[in-house]
């Protein structure tokens, strides 16, 4: 770097200062350690030449003189710290206190050409107590100075710079949010969409002469936050069922849902089918008649998914109570959006229930695959960078129910 400095002759350094950019006033500042937690320190350095002019000519060279250093003995700061001129996403302390007694040095001079402020953002992946930090600058053919609780013995114009400035910085233990503890789960309860939507069933194929208007579908949504509410600044979905699955085609638009359960309930009655989706942002639902052409499905091959009063859920066509996904496209949508929050991550779940006097069983032959209700996983990182994969499971109840 071309350093100008170098050619003019030091004269006196007048002000060196660190304080938290954010809160000056206060004296200690908390990050966690995760390594992307930072806090911005903001330095103050006043320094004239010889002949009275400013020393330093623009805060890059303010930068590349000053270093971070213990306010006990004046060391740099070790490599359990990231020091970085730059400021990253996860910039913001936790909380600041003013519990740090600290002898406060002489109140700075009116701010001139000499002076400069520059930030320097910290931020570390040890978990540690408390450190007292002052702040350091090299002069060249000088030495050094800083704020340490002693000073240095470099001479500033004949007599030694003593001007003890500090902050403390408290390290404290990342969040996991692996650890369902971490988390918290709020079910806003069902809404009820419909409770006379039309299926009908495969007990007479050739004339479809059975219909049911009693079919119930309603939708809920299910929110996961962090559980000291944090803001979620990353959220990443992993798929859970495969994307050409031949059950795609069940909803309103071809977002796959991310888990399926088939269910009855005490009484063994009917047959509900639950679908949920995580962080859609499409509109997802079920269409308003169900098994509108089955007769001409039934004909073809097996369906993917159906229920049959069979016990042992032997596909037959005279017992095939009820088929998917064969939907009327002319009838109106019931989809809802998901409207997700930023903070949260929401989960849209879609329910069918199959209202009849008789029990209803998940056929044995369904190409439907086992794995429609495997757990998802979802990976977030919060405001102070703190991150960990949710594992979501899918309770294999009426109730819609999850667990994380």
Not at 28 to 51: C, H, M, P, R, W
Not at 57 to 63: I, L, T
Not at 299 to 310: A, D, G, Q, V
Request: with cysteine; charged share 20%.
């Amino acid at each position: 770097m071309n350093d100008n400095r170098n050619k003019k002759t030091f004269g006196l350094l007048y002000t060196l200062k660190i304080q938290f950019q954010n809160m000056p006033s206060f004296s200690s500042g908390f990050i966690y350690a995760n390594k992307k937690n930072q806090i911005e320190i903001l330095i103050t350095v006043d320094a004239i030449s010889e002949d009275g002019e400013p020393y330093f000519n623009n805060e890059r060279e303010v930068q590349d003189a000053t270093y971070l250093c213990s306010f006990f003995d004046g060391k740099p700061l070790n490599q359990n710290w990231q020091i970085s001129n730059e400021k990253g996403p996860f910039c913001k302390a936790v909380k600041y206190d003013t519990t740090l007694s600290r002898r406060e040095p002489p109140t700075l001079r009116t701010i001139t050409r000499s002076t400069f402020q520059i930030s320097k953002f910290i931020s570390s992946d040890i978990v540690n107590p408390a450190l007292e930090i002052a702040v350091g600058i090299n002069i060249p053919g000088i030495g050094n100075f800083d704020t340490s609780m002693n000073g240095t013995p470099t001479l500033n114009s004949g007599s030694v710079f003593k001007s003890p400035s500090r902050i403390s910085v408290s390290r404290i233990s990342p969040i996991d949010y692996t650890d369902n503890r971490n988390v918290m789960v709020i079910d806003k309860g069902w809404k009820y969409i419909m409770t006379d939507a039309l299926f009908r069933n495969g007990s007479n194929r050739h004339s479809s002469s059975y219909r049911n208007y009693a079919t119930i579908i309603r939708y809920k949504k299910i929110s996961i936050i962090t559980a000291n509410k944090y803001n979620i600044i990353e959220k990443r979905v992993s798929p859970t069922l495969p994307y050409s699955a031949p059950y795609k085609d069940w909803f309103y638009s071809t977002t796959m849902p991310h888990a399926m359960n088939y269910a009855t309930d005490d009484q063994a009655l009917g047959a509900y089918l639950t679908s949920w989706f995580i962080e859609t942002r499409d509109r997802v639902g079920y269409f308003h008649a169900i098994n509108e052409g089955w007769t001409e499905l039934t004909h073809k091959k097996k369906p993917p998914l159906y229920f049959t009063s069979m016990r042992n859920g032997e596909f037959n066509k005279k017992n095939t109570f009820s088929v998917w996904p064969q939907f009327s496209n002319d009838m109106p949508k019931l989809a809802r959006f998901s409207n997700n929050n930023q903070n949260s991550i929401t989960l849209v779940c879609h329910q069918i229930n199959l209202v009849d006097h008789i029990p209803l069983y998940l056929g044995a032959e369904c190409r439907a695959q086992s794995n429609t209700s495997l757990a998802s996983h979802v990976e977030i990182v919060d405001e102070f960078g703190n991150e960990g994969i949710m594992t979501i499971e899918y309770r294999h109840n009426i109730d819609g129910e999850i667990t994380v």
